[in-house]
């Protein structure tokens, strides 16, 4: 490994102390080299990202939009060294074209693309002095690399908290207690059940429970796709957690696979009291409770 | 009918232990220690017998904890009750605590439970009705 290319793993995390004068005499002209060949190279990156077939959700106007921002963005962190603005617009940006599909590939891409184009016309203007063209990458390429970072960083963090924030509306739609008529509720089991989600299930129907004096609880396993020893346990102790409260449970939904799977498992659920389907445990509720 | 009042407690009462017709309906107001609760125990067998009652409710809706002694103590005194001829019903379990009583996986199989006292008196007249009030619950249909 070479001292520069050394260097420039480090540069990725730190501006190296060695380059720090060569920096600040290099950095500024660079900078106006770049403010003065703004359009041109704008331009030539912009018609790099159509070839490489970037940001396709992107009509060409914001494209045009976008990427001068970015560039300009991208020379002002080289200017100031101070990363904050540009994370600040990376988030920004992230939060407009996540929702369009926009790839975290295609992003990191076109930053890498940007970063190349600078670097060929650096090679171009200092080609005919190897020092100098030498010096001028040490100060570039830690700052390069430095912008490719930060928008990266960013773009994943809003990634995720989307995902998050998306995770979160889930889980309070996938839980709701429905009253059908006086002390009777039912809860429609939806998607996959883990402890987590077992856990605030449980806490909502009893207060649920609570809430509408309820009698009978139907609790239908018909959207769970897949139920295993633990979820099956949950179950039980929702079962007993609202007895407790006065209330008795009926189990309706079980599929074939899962009945097969519980009773090969092991699982004691004699104490459970199960329906074939929804409308069975309505009925059956209904009895109960002196409906009919 | 206060089951403490004549104690040397200073402080207001623990527990109270009310007479309606035949039966018995008894408060914890706050949390008990063990010993509190062996008493409350005592106390409340005794009066079952005193009184003649058929049914005795228990009303814990006051606690946000219930541990595993407290619980294993109403179920004893449900068994009790039983064998002096009450039929018992726990009511006003709080939702944390029913969630924290599964969860620490305590027995819960024999006790009779009702939302609130309403539904507790509700529970004991029917289960006067029944020819056999001694019954044990038929499982989940209560």
Partial sequence: MTESQAADLEGALSFP????????????????HLREHRSRLRAEWASRIQDSHLLQAMTPTEMGAETTSVYDNYVEVLETGSVEALQHYARDLSERIIPRGVET???????????????????????????????????????????????????????????????????????????VRERLLIL???????????????????????????????????????????VANHL????????????????????????QTLVTIGVDLSKMNTVGDLQGGLEEAERLLGYR | MDGKGDEVDAGPALVSILRQGSY?????????????????????????????????????????????????????????????????????????????MVELGMDTGKIHTALDLEEGLAYLSEAAQLSNPLSPPVDGER
């Fill in chain 1, 17 to 32: 102390a060695l380059d720090r004068q060569d920096e600040e005499q290099l950095l500024p002209q660079l900078v106006a």
């Fill in chain 1, 105 to 179: 590939h295609e992003v990191v891409g076109i930053v890498l693309l940007l970063r190349d184009v600078l670097a060929r016309s650096l090679f171009e203007k200092y080609q005919r002095d190897f020092g100098l063209l030498n010096r001028v990458l040490d100060a570039y390429e830690p700052a390069a690399n430095r912008i490719a970072n930060t928008v990266a960083v960013s773009f994943v963090d809003e990634r995720e908290r989307v995902i998050r924030q998306q995770q979160d509306s889930i889980r309070e739609l996938s839980t709701p207690v429905l009253p």
């Fill in chain 1, 188 to 230: 429609p089991i939806i998607g996959v059940l883990d402890t987590e989600r077992a856990r605030q299930l449980t806490e909502q129907l009893l207060i649920g429970i609570r809430t509408h004096r309820a009698k009978m609880v139907v609790i239908d396993i018909t959207g769970a796709p897949d139920v295993d020893e633990a």
């Fill in chain 1, 236 to 259: 039980v102790r929702t079962v007993d957690a609202s007895r407790l409260m006065g209330a008795s449970v009926i189990i309706t939904g079980l599929s074939p696979e899962i009945a």
């Fill in chain 2, 24 to 100: 018995l309906i008894a408060s914890i107001h706050t949390a008990l220690d063990d010993s509190e609760m062996e008493r409350f125990q005592s106390d409340l067998i005794d009066q079952i017998g005193k009184h003649r009652s058929r049914g005795v409710i228990i009303d814990v809706a006051a606690l946000d904890v219930l541990d595993s002694f407290g619980s294993r103590t109403l179920r004893n005194i449900g068994e009790m009750a039983r064998l002096r001829g009450a039929v018992t019903v726990i009511v006003g379990i709080q939702p944390d605590v029913a969630l924290a």
